[in-house]
Each structure stands twice: as structure tokens, then as C-alpha cells.
């Protein structure tokens, strides 16, 4: 009877380290799966950041242009203000 308990008290060891082994090679697996994809959703994340950047300098390029294309619509603005006056002042002197 003792050899008969210590039997089954071996095979239930074994069971036991068996479904514990096979517990944490799930577990380390599982881990690995989660590191690997929170490292892809760093990675798009970097990507996305850099994509913005891109466009925030675009975006700082264009109003610059604007700025630059509305002061020389404003200095068209003046100069064509400045010939209608010069145009319509009474001239004074000779009026024939």
C-alpha cells in the first residue's frame, strides 16, 4: 500500500510540474505576444508623431507663403492707390 500511495503521489507531482510548465510556457508566450505588439503600436506611434511633424512644418511653410502673398497684395493694393490718386488730383497750372 505504501509503494502504491508513493506511485501516485509521483505521477501527481508530475501532473502538477507538467500542467505549471505548461502554464508558464503559455504565459511566457502570451507575454511575448503582448511585448511584441505593444512595440509594433510604438513603432506607429513614432511613425504617426513623425507624419505630424511633417505636416506641422508644411503648415508653418504655407502660412508663410500666405503672409509673404498678403503683404504683396497689400503693397499692390497701396501702389494702386497711390496712381489713382495721382491720376484724379487736380493738376494745378495749365489747364487748357
Known sequence: M??????????????????????????????????????ELKSRTGNVETHIAKHDDQLTEIKQQNAGIQQS??????????????VRKPQHGDNK
Open 73 to 86: 497684395l497689400n503693397d499692390i493694393k497701396d501702389t494702386v492707390r497711390d496712381i489713382q490718386f495721382q
Open 2 to 39: 505504501i509503494l502504491k500511495w508513493t506511485t501516485e503521489s509521483v505521477i501527481a507531482a508530475v501532473a502538477v510540474a507538467i500542467t505549471s510548465a505548461g502554464a508558464l510556457y503559455n504565459s511566457s508566450y502570451h507575454w511575448g505576444q503582448v511585448n511584441q505588439q505593444v512595440e
